[in-house]
């Protein structure tokens, strides 16, 4: 893999203090007869300094992504798809994996790749950084889009990991990139861009077939708690709330009574501001309880 300027740059900034104070330039040099990445490229290092271009040092692949590792962010990515689903057991698991992973999250509800925080992670991504999803159906709800951004994520050098489906993760299908025949510039070059288009069309149905049988289990789990539901009504058991009944809070006795003794509506001595801080309740909640107390006083 031959890394680009800007990620040896960065590189170069880590190891290298003068490299940051002053204007740094890069020469890639590749060696044909390199057997792996390591030996097939390296990066002489310059600075201009004083109207001088000065080397510094030439580094390997491994300087170089060992530098960026130092650099690299993790993300856990966590959607949902109605503000009603509770989203914890993304977090947790991904957590559990990756402690230090910062958490993006969001409930949307359709297709399309327009999702606000994704839009916002997509615009902090570095290359080399880590997205970590529970499984590959909280990257999108469409095989063909999850596809298209597998592969753009993949050429920007974003390392992406699926808990559930960790043979798609981005890294395992790098290894399997390294038996990719490079391009020799003769006739023969058709029948290895043949063999590299098939390597790619193996792992994109394998992508393929993890969305459908993540879809399928999302499915199968809305199917059996709807059976579960129905079956539990079928016996007897009261699933929610009785339709009719109210529901009522701990603390909503004890601070109606706060207010039915000391705001001024009701005789007392304070004013809403001041009764809103003596009960520690919201804005809303404290009108509502006044409102309900105002009705059940003109109807008694």
Known sequence: MKYSDEEVKKAAEVLFPECRKYETSIRCNENILGTNDDETYSYDIFILKKGKKIEVATLRNKHVSDALKTLLKTYGYCRISTPQQSIDRQIRNIKAA???????????????????????????????????????????????????????????RIQLVFLKEPYINTEVYAENMKDKIELQGTDEDEIFKGLNNYFRKLAEKQIRIAFDQAEKEVQDLHQRTKEGIQTARLNGKQIGQRRGNKLTVKKEAPAKDIIMKHSKAFNGTLSDIECIKLTGLSRNTYYKYKSELKAAEENS
């Open 98 to 156: 990756y402690p230090n992973a910062y958490i993006v999250q969001e409930a949307f509800t359709g297709t399309k790749m327009d999702r606000p925080e994704w839009k916002k992670l997509m615009k902090n991504i570095a290359p080399g950084d880590i997205i970590v999803f529970d499984s590959v159906s909280r990257m999108s709800r469409n095989a063909d889009e999850g596809v298209e951004t597998y592969f753009e994520l993949y050429e920007k």
